[in-house]
């Protein structure tokens, strides 16, 4: 979540009614001293690392078709922020996750703009087909101790105005829907919210809790690793 106050009582809440440790810290996921600086915290003051959710993303919406409408600084923010993050928070994390027992699981928050040649802006969307590459290989290179996985949803309307980069979280459950109300699709247009949930084959926007629950499942799931888990009400196979 990019709002501290926000973070902040989401944590109080968290703790009340689970009965949990936790924090919050800040970070900028376009810097990997801060990627850094965000998992050793984490590990910390929770006393270690079992699940890395990593949700942070940026993009500058753009018109897909014209090359002119994004800039340098767009294309270098999104790989900051969409490909090289990962990396970065995976180095943090890796010594704690191949020293736990049953390891570690390492979830990447994707989007199905990368699976297809649309999106909020090009950048945005060769990202992060990138970054489910690098899912794959991430899988490859840290098994055995560590799964690695990708949830790709499809528009989600929430309540932030726009993308943005965003505190990196790492926690669960109810943590992944309060996550996903940092960033989204209330920016986009009624006229394209409505043509894209008519288009879907369920004929519908990805339900919040749905893509949140998504998240739950993998971290629990020990048999799975390198996959792409699409949350889009078939939104993908027509976008």
Known sequence: MSSEKQAKELAARLAKEYGVKTLTIQGDMGLEADCTKVVEETIKGLGGLDILISNAGYTRF????????STVEDW??????????????????????????????????????????????????????????LMRCLAKTQAPKVRVNAVLPGLLLTECMYFQ????????????????????????????????????WLQNVTDLEDCAQSFVDIARNTSM??????????LANVA
């Open 62 to 69: 753009s018109d897909f078709s014209d090359l002119s409408a």
């Open 76 to 133: 270098d923010t999104c790989y900051a922020v969409n490909v090289k993050a990962q990396v970065h928070l995976m180095k943090a994390a890796q010594s704690t996750f191949q020293a736990n027992p049953d390891g570690g699981s390492f979830i990447l928050t994707s989007s199905i703009a990368g699976e297809n040649m649309s999106g909020s802006s090009m950048p945005y969307s060769v990202t992060k087909a990138a970054q489910l590459h």
């Open 165 to 200: 980069k965003n505190v990196n979280e790492l926690l669960l459950a109810d943590f992944a829907f309060s996550c996903w109300r940092a960033i989204g699709g209330q920016k986009f247009p009624q006229e394209r919210i409505k043509a894209l949930k008519a288009a879907a």
């Open 225 to 234: 690793t390198g996959q792409k888990i699409q949350i889009d009400s078939g």
